[in-house]
T-cell receptor, first 116, second 113 residues
Framework: GAVVSQHPSRVICKSGTSVKIECRSLDFQATTMFWYRQFPKQSLMLMATSNEGSKATYEQGVEKDKFLINHASLTLSTLTVTSAHPEDSSFYIC????????????FGPGTRLTVL | QKEVEQDPGPLSVPEGAIVSLNCTYS??????FMWYRQYSRKGPELLMY????GNKEDGRFTAQVDKSSKYISLFIRDSQPSDSATYLCAMSAGYSSASKIIFGSGTRLSIRP
């Protein structure tokens, strides 16, 4: 149980285009979902925390207009990288927390974004 | 200074060896300490978590926390090639979604057959 999926697993796009990444909790309802970014050989950096039905809370230094997060249901959150540039190339990982006494984050497999 | 420091390695040991992975931290508010394993191009999976100081054992894995020294360790006994992965330490001040998890940069471990 507690499986989190991400789609796509990897995406290559041209500079200036927008990319949407989906994060789904497959066998549980996630009250809270998190989006992380991981550069090569670096730690996971939290970008934002989202709760179903409310606006995401962004970490300092993360542009909310560039990284749009929608948590429309208890099983789906999306991250849209708008007007992507090469410096946005990274590994994006989501995690989901069931809540209801289970305060543990389950991570998705990640999405490798390459912006040309 | 980073809140969490972790030697990136890589660390290469022969099969069957005892592996010691370590992290230091600077924030004395951290109460919950976690170790994640991350295989290449995959998301992290939680291996162990501990609360406050002390030891916790789970099979071949032992997590150790020394809050007085702000130092945590993960020991792997009888290491196997399948243990080859990047190990991330992580910690937070609380165990709820309101408490941000801070990750170390990860140590790449390779177990030689």
């Amino acid at each position: 149980g507690a499986v989190v999926s991400q789609h796509p697993s990897r995406v290559i796009c041209k500079s200036g285009t927008s990319v949407k990444i989906e994060c789904r909790s497959l066998d549980f309802q996630a009250t809270t979902m998190f989006w992380y970014r991981q550069f090569p050989k670096q730690s996971l950096m939290l970008m934002a925390t989202s709760n179903e039905g409310s606006k995401a809370t962004y970490e300092q230094g993360v542009e909310k207009d560039k990284f749009l997060i929608n948590h429309a249901s208890l099983t789906l959150s999306t991250l849209t990288v708008t007007s992507a540039h090469p410096e946005d190339s990274s590994f994006y990982i989501c995690s989901a927390e069931p809540g209801q006494g289970v305060n543990e984050q389950f991570f998705g497999p990640g999405t490798r974004l390459t912006v040309l | 200074q980073k809140e969490v420091e972790q030697d990136p390695g890589p660390l290469s040991v022969p099969e069957g060896a005892i592996v010691s992975l370590n992290c230091t931290y600077s924030n004395s508010a951290f109460q919950y300490f976690m170790w994640y394993r991350q295989y290449s191009r995959k998301g992290p999976e939680l291996l162990m978590y501990t609360y406050s100081s002390g030891n916790k054992e789970d099979g071949r894995f032992t997590a150790q926390v020394d809050k007085s020294s702000k130092y945590i360790s993960l020991f792997i006994r009888d290491s196997q090639p399948s243990d080859s992965a990047t190990y991330l330490c992580a910690m937070s001040a609380g165990y709820s979604s309101a408490s941000k998890i801070i990750f170390g940069s990860g140590t790449r471990l390779s177990i030689r057959p």
